[in-house]
């Protein structure tokens, strides 16, 4: 995990950790879309008792990164220091065909890199700070969800209530 990006995420809360549980009404919203646990959860914060309801998951020391996320569907709350890695990954098994639809959880920032690597997917802008896992207050941050799949419409029936959706119009 990047020194600085971890700093400079967890400035103004003074934790020093990005690896927070969903919150609940994110998580409830992601088992009714996907009628059940997901597939996969590549960042799982336990194996045993999972935030996210699912069949399969990796840990922390499984490294999600060091995988294919063969899956119909995928949740993912990503470490937040680094999105730059998480993001583009993400989209790269999606775009290969590993994962049939995918919902990630991310901090809404549409000046970087990786943000601009899945701009073109309907995402969510939610429209109040969420609180994260076992935390005191909300997020320092605005949260969104991205969705990589066939079925938005769904998407924005689950979620829409969260915040507007927002689709890239193609040039």
Same mark, same amino acid.
């Given at each position: 995990?990047? =020194?600085?990006?971890?700093?400079?995420?967890? =400035?103004?809360?003074?934790? #020093?950790?990005?690896? *927070?549980?969903? @919150?609940?009404?994110? &998580?409830? #919203?992601?088992?009714?879309?996907?009628?059940? %646990?997901?597939?996969?959860?590549?960042?799982?914060? $336990? +194996? $045993?008792? %999972?935030?996210? @309801?699912?069949? +399969?998951?990796?840990?922390?020391?499984?490294?999600?990164?060091?995988?294919? *996320?063969? =899956?119909?569907?995928?949740?993912?709350?990503?470490? /937040?220091?680094?999105?730059?890695?998480?993001i583009p990954y993400a989209r790269r098994q999606f775009d290969e065909g590993n994962a049939e639809e995918m919902i990630l959880l991310i901090k809404l920032d549409i000046?970087? #890199? *990786?943000?601009?690597?899945?701009?073109? +997917? %309907? *995402?969510?802008?939610?429209?109040?700070?969420?609180?994260?896992?076992?935390? #005191?207050?909300?997020?320092?941050?605005?949260? =969104?969800?991205? /969705?990589?799949?066939?079925?938005?419409? +769904?998407?924005?029936?689950?979620?829409?209530?969260?915040? %507007?959706?927002? &689709?890239?119009?193609?040039?």
């Amino acid at each position: 995990m990047p =020194a600085a990006s971890l700093a400079a995420l967890t =400035a103004s809360t003074g934790n #020093k950790t990005d690896c *927070w549980n969903s @919150p609940r009404e994110i &998580v409830d #919203k992601v088992v009714e879309f996907f009628g059940g %646990p997901v597939e996969l959860d590549p960042c799982s914060n $336990d +194996r $045993d008792n %999972p935030n996210i @309801p699912c069949i +399969r998951c990796f840990t922390e020391e499984d490294d999600g990164l060091a995988h294919q *996320w063969n =899956a119909n569907s995928v949740f993912v709350n990503h470490p /937040y220091s680094d999105s730059k890695h998480w993001i583009p990954y993400a989209r790269r098994q999606f775009d290969e065909g590993n994962a049939e639809e995918m919902i990630l959880l991310i901090k809404l920032d549409i000046s970087t #890199k *990786w943000f601009r690597s899945i701009a073109d +997917r %309907p *995402w969510i802008a939610i429209s109040k700070r969420l609180k994260f896992g076992d935390s #005191k207050g909300a997020a320092p941050f605005q949260s =969104a969800l991205i /969705y990589l799949g066939k079925n938005p419409g +769904r998407f924005q029936a689950i979620f829409g209530d969260l915040g %507007p959706m927002y &689709v890239a119009i193609a040039p």
